[in-house]
């Protein structure tokens, strides 16, 4: 039963890039696989708390914060970190660690912490099946944080910061993942405004426009500055690469707005463990 499900669960986002509609958690939940409810503090199958799940920040605060999923990507991670450089912002990456083989992207990871960005890890490969095996998802971390640490010492970073922070593939979360990171010293983080920039096509004002009508203080926004391993997302990024023209419109209509773009962990409430 639990295969099935995993298995609509994986259609579904290779579909829809799973916004996470409550339905299909529910789907999932039915089966005894994954976490309860979608606020901070998930409620296990097992009876288990843990609360070192977010998905947003406080809604009394004007503060927002921007996270890209599936780089480091070339020149698409390049146009975003020169476009938030622009606005004079910072976000967090959460980067795959297959992306950073063989040298690929590493001055981009050191650009990130030279610039006061916060890296995470989006798993290594990007592949549904470890979350729902102890040994796989361990695997998958270990192997993320480890092509993390080794590329930015290629990049002649000497202390790299350390990563705390997990995002699942297509945000799934497990129990299995949950504990896992936690075993990691990672918190898994969610987020609470998607609005598919990763589909072809795409143009920045209507994927900016699109945020705009959902976004309220306290939301986690997530963008792709990658696809889910380095060659096809090199393949794609001219005719998916929106990413960084949104930020140039979104951040200026965010003040607008009086909401300000703050690093995910000054949003989350969290200092550095």
Avoid at 128 to 137: D, G
Avoid at 180 to 195: C, Y
Wanted: hydrophobic share 50%.
């Amino acid at each position: 039963m639990v295969g099935i499900a995993v298995q609509v669960l994986v259609a579904a986002a290779k579909r829809r890039r799973i916004e996470r509609r409550p339905a299909l958690l529910l789907a999932a939940l039915a089966t005894g696989a994954l976490v309860a409810c979608r606020v901070p503090g998930f409620l296990l199958p097992e009876g288990e708390l843990l609360r070192d799940v977010y998905l947003r920040g406080s809604s009394a605060v004007p503060t927002v914060a921007l996270t890209f999923d599936d780089g480091p990507n070339g020149r698409c991670t390049e146009a975003v970190l020169d476009a938030l450089a622009a606005q004079r912002v910072q976000a967090t990456f959460f980067v795959l660690g297959a992306n950073l083989a063989a040298g690929h992207n590493d001055a981009l990871l050191a650009r990130m912490v030279r610039e006061g960005h916060t890296i995470g890890i989006h798993g290594h490969t990007h592949r549904v099946r470890p979350l729902f095996h102890a040994h796989l998802i361990a695997g998958e971390i270990h192997a993320a944080l480890e092509a993390v640490d080794r590329s930015l010492r290629r990049a002649g970073v000497p202390d790299p910061p350390r990563v705390t922070f997990f995002r699942p593939p297509f945000g799934l979360v497990t129990g299995i993942t949950a504990r896992a990171a936690a075993a990691a010293g990672l918190a898994l983080v969610e987020w609470t405004v998607s609005v598919g920039d990763w589909q072809a096509g795409r143009r920045a004002d209507e994927v900016t426009a699109a945020i705009l009508a959902r976004v309220r203080p306290g939301d986690v926004i997530v963008l792709h500055d990658g696809d889910e391993t380095h060659q096809r997302s090199e393949e794609r990024c001219v005719d998916r690469g929106v990413a960084a023209e949104t930020v140039g419109l979104l951040v200026p209509a965010l003040a607008a707005r009086g909401l300000a773009v703050v690093p995910l962990g000054e949003l989350l409430g969290l200092v550095a463990r």
